[in-house]
T-cell receptor
Framework: SQQGEEDPQALSIQEGENATMNCSYKTSINNLQWYRQNSGRGLVHLILIRSNEREKHSGRLRVTLDTSKKSSSLLITASRAADTASYFCATGGGADGLTFGKGTHLIIQP | DVKVTQSSRYLVKRTGEKVFLECVQDMDHENMFWYRQDPGLGLRLIYFSYDVKMKEKGDIPEGYSVSREKKERFSLILESASTNQTSMYLC?????????????FGPGTRLTVL
């Protein structure tokens, strides 16, 4: 099965700074998704980027996809304390379910 | 908005008990999924279903079974709970008819098996 691997595993930055997380995967994909999980809660879908897209924006989020390198990055600009969470990339989907990476734990210091 | 609910946020059971985890979605999604999440291992797919009465094994189905008698409800069953099934269980649903692979997750059930 396909698998995303996030990097770094943990990231701590000051409020207002930008946070960048990376994801690598192993096989060809139709799309890649990013999810956020606040402590002890379920996952929330953030953004989906298709294999024919290189960059996508949603509010303070910017996602890039490089299918030649099998990698994606998630940039959160002007971070806020509420952005403290774990972030996961996921590949696959449809009726087969998603395959998630282990996540990047982001801490925003006030 | 899509709503996925799970029957319990926290559950404590004893080894050998039969455990039912319920998941309900209100958006008429045809696909439903059960994952477990463990520290250092990420999310792993246990079972999924893409239609009523249909089920498919995921990556780690051993020790689990599922039931989908109605489209909106997907149940995960631990026939005889064991301590290594202590975990966070997440249910999700999706619809390919929506033209996207986005999955909508419930809040999770944290199961402890003593």
């Amino acid at each position: 099965s396909q698998q995303g691997e996030e990097d770094p595993q943990a990231l701590s930055i000051q409020e207002g700074e930008n946070a960048t997380m990376n994801c690598s995967y192993k096989t060809s994909i139709n799309n890649l998704q990013w999810y956020r999980q606040n402590s002890g809660r379920g996952l929330v879908h953030l953004i989906l980027i298709r294999s024919n897209e290189r960059e996508k924006h949603s509010g303070r989020l910017r996602v890039t996809l490089d299918t030649s390198k099998k990698s994606s990055s998630l940039l959160i600009t002007a971070s806020r304390a509420a952005d403290t969470a774990s972030y996961f990339c996921a590949t696959g989907g449809g009726a087969d379910g998603l395959t998630f990476g282990k996540g990047t734990h982001l801490i925003i210091q006030p | 908005d899509v709503k996925v609910t799970q029957s319990s946020r926290y559950l404590v059971k004893r080894t050998g008990e039969k455990v039912f985890l319920e998941c309900v979605q209100d958006m008429d999604h045809e696909n439903m999924f059960w994952y477990r999440q463990d520290p250092g291992l990420g999310l792993r797919l246990i079972y999924f279903s893409y239609d009523v009465k249909m089920k498919e094994k995921g990556d780690i189905p051993e020790g689990y079974s599922v039931s989908r008698e109605k489209k909106e409800r997907f149940s995960l069953i631990l026939e005889s709970a064991s301590t290594n099934q202590t975990s966070m269980y997440l249910c999700a649903s999706s619809s390919e008819l929506a033209g996207t692979d986005t999955q909508y997750f419930g809040p999770g059930t944290r199961l402890t098996v003593l």
